[in-house]
């Protein structure tokens, strides 16, 4: 059976998915949101009115991406959400309490220049590290396997190793950025679907792509980086990140299970022999607990505490805290800054007072020995080395970043709540999800889940300070299915696997960060663009379910539009 035909399967199962997935929900609560009342109608349980559960839902619209949840509010957490809140919001600097620490590279500044009010990042023209919104992080690989001129062998579509898997571009003075963003360009070009972009009914639409390039001469590093392609990864909304945390894995195993008949799944993530999980879809997370991959769009992650925030505010920034005393760096960078004739004479000049910033590097003074302790100090990079950095680097037993701090940053990111959904009172949008049921968008996209016991994994810092907010049994509806698909786009994300992205609070991006782009790289400008880049090849997962919408008339695109926009 062609792979297609499959799809239409699919989509004849999410229609009964998609219905009957309300069966136990509530209807005797209400609510209000701008006028509106939020009960059930003949299309919308209640329960759809509050996307996050009702500990998970902010009912407030302004500024929803941010809002803590009712758990936070109503468990003794808001003093502690709004001080970790002042962690994402305000700039680090080089040394200055209580946000010191940036560098000695970093890829910004502070979250909100890839998170836009918290939000999904924006599309940029150019690479500017501190242009706000710029949500981009570039994806440095080698396409095909091969051996570096030192002998280096590496497997296709891994991360070069000359630069950090998300590469920085800046550096505190006098050292170089490991890439210089004037070697970096974004080039936007146009395709063509197979209908011309024009739907049936005459209405036309654009669908455009980035082509990346980085100079050779772009990397301060030694070696400089062989046979590599750049690809974009923009930043997703970090609101509800800790309600997905929640899903078991349990869960996330039968979804799999469910998907695995009609889809081919990423055999790094799922084993179709033993139709079970593959050895390699398992985290290890520091103490030695495993947790099932289910953060980024690579699945590279299992669990919020070691995932896109634990795991940012450290790496983004190079801010060091007491589990992490190591720097996000690599030796190729390290070697290349202690041969630099600038780097040697500015800390030869600058670096002898104790005070300095740069003294850790002075050592002797000599040039030999600046070279030898820039070549050491920038390389401690790994776990092992932590005991060694902190020899140089932590004074007075100041951490760059406190546990406390910590703490506070960790009950602000789990505290995020989903803003309430919109508009369900309307016939437009009560449409829309049948349409959206009908085409087989709710395969991927999967409406509800529930949430496990919500068993949190503890870091140490964590488990020294208190305890965190949690989402246990909870109907959550954040319309994914937490697996990754592939597309088959033009310059298409690193290895063409993609976890769908939820769709959840995306229809107020314009209102709260003035844009509404999607896709992993930005390409879509709109939701219209967006669907349409799904059925861009014949190959694509989504291929069917896009073509049913291209299909559709007027009334009914716009339908499908107002229901994702709503939800």
């Known amino acids: 059976m062609k792979f297609v035909n499959k799809m239409l399967l699919l989509g004849m199962l999410s229609v009964g998915l998609f219905a009957c997935s309300d069966d136990k929900e509530d209807n005797t609560k209400s609510n209000t949101i701008n006028g509106e009342t939020g009960e059930a109608n003949d299309v919308f349980t209640k329960a759809e009115w509050y996307p996050g559960g009702e500990l998970g839902t902010t009912s407030n619209e302004q500024g929803c991406y941010s809002n803590p949840s009712p758990y936070v509010e109503n468990n003794g957490m808001y003093m502690n959400f709004k001080k970790g809140e002042t962690f994402f919001e305000n700039d680090y600097t080089l040394n200055t309490f209580p946000r010191r620490g940036l560098g000695p590279a970093w890829i910004r500044p502070g979250c909100l220049y890839c998170h836009p009010s918290y939000g999904h990042g ?4 150019t690479y500017n590290a501190d242009m706000q919104g710029n949500g981009y992080l570039l994806v440095v690989y080698h396409p095909t396997a091969g051996t570096t001129s030192q002998g280096v062998s590496y497997a296709a579509n891994s991360y070069i190793t000359e630069v950090t898997g998300m590469p920085q571009t800046r550096a505190m003075s006098p050292f170089l950025p490991p890439i210089d963003e004037s070697g970096i360009h974004i080039q936007w070009l146009n395709a063509t679907d197979e209908h011309n972009n024009t739907f049936p009914d005459g209405e036309t639409y654009s669908l455009i792509y980035p082509e990346v390039t980085i100079d050779e001469s772009a990397f301060n590093t030694n070696p400089k980086p062989e046979n590599y392609e750049v690809r974009l990864e923009s930043t997703i909304g970090v609101y509800g990140s800790a309600l997905l945390d929640a899903i078991s894995d ?9 998907e695995a008949p009609y889809v081919s799944l990423n055999p790094a993530m799922w084993d179709k022999t033993s139709n079970d999980w593959a050895p390699s879809a398992w985290y290890t997370l520091a103490d030695g607990a495993k947790r099932i991959k289910k953060f980024t769009y690579a699945l590279t ?7 896109p925030g634990a795991n940012a ?3 983004i920034t190079n801010v060091t805290r007491s589990d992490r005393h190591y720097l996000y760096s690599t030796k190729a960078w390290a070697k290349a800054m ?14 002898s007072a104790k005070t300095s910033l740069l003294h850790p590097y002075y050592a002797d003074g000599s040039k030999d020995s600046i070279s030898y302790m820039v070549n050491k100090l920038l390389g401690l990079n790994t776990k092992a080395d932590a005991d060694e950095y902190a020899k140089h680097f932590v004074s007075n037993g100041q951490e760059e970043m406190s546990d406390a701090d910590y703490y506070d940053f960790m009950v602000w990111h789990r505290g995020l709540a989903v803003p309430m959904a919109r508009d369900l009172n309307k016939k437009q949008v009560q449409k829309g999800k049948q349409l959206f049921a009908e085409m087989g968008c709710a395969t991927c996209h999967r409406p509800s889940w529930e949430t496990g016991n919500d068993d949190y994994w503890k870091d140490a810092v964590v488990k020294g300070q208190g305890e965190l907010p949690t989402y246990a049994h909870q109907t959550i509806w954040p319309y994914t299915d937490m697996i990754q698909h592939k597309l088959h786009m033009i310059n298409d994300i690193r290895t063409g696997w993609c976890r769908t992205t939820p769709l959840w609070g995306r229809g107020l991006s314009e209102q709260e960060t003035g844009a509404s782009d999607r896709l992993h790289d930005c390409r879509a400008r709109n939701v219209i663009e967006a669907i349409m880049w799904h059925g861009y090849s014949s190959e694509s997962d989504a291929y069917t379910a896009s073509q049913k919408f291209y299909n559709l008339s007027k009334e009914d695109r716009d339908a499908v539009v107002a229901f994702i926009d709503a939800i």
Not at 122 to 125: A, E, G, I, L, V
Not at 338 to 343: D, H, K, N
């Open 301 to 307: 992650r299992g669990s919020l505490q070691d995932g």
């Open 122 to 125: 924006k599309r940029q023209t």
């Open 338 to 351: 202690s041969e630099e004739e600038s780097v040697i004479s500015t800390i030869q000049n600058s670096g």
């Open 250 to 258: 349990d869960s996330l195993k039968d979804q799999y299970a469910k």
């Open 313 to 315: 505010i450290w790496n």
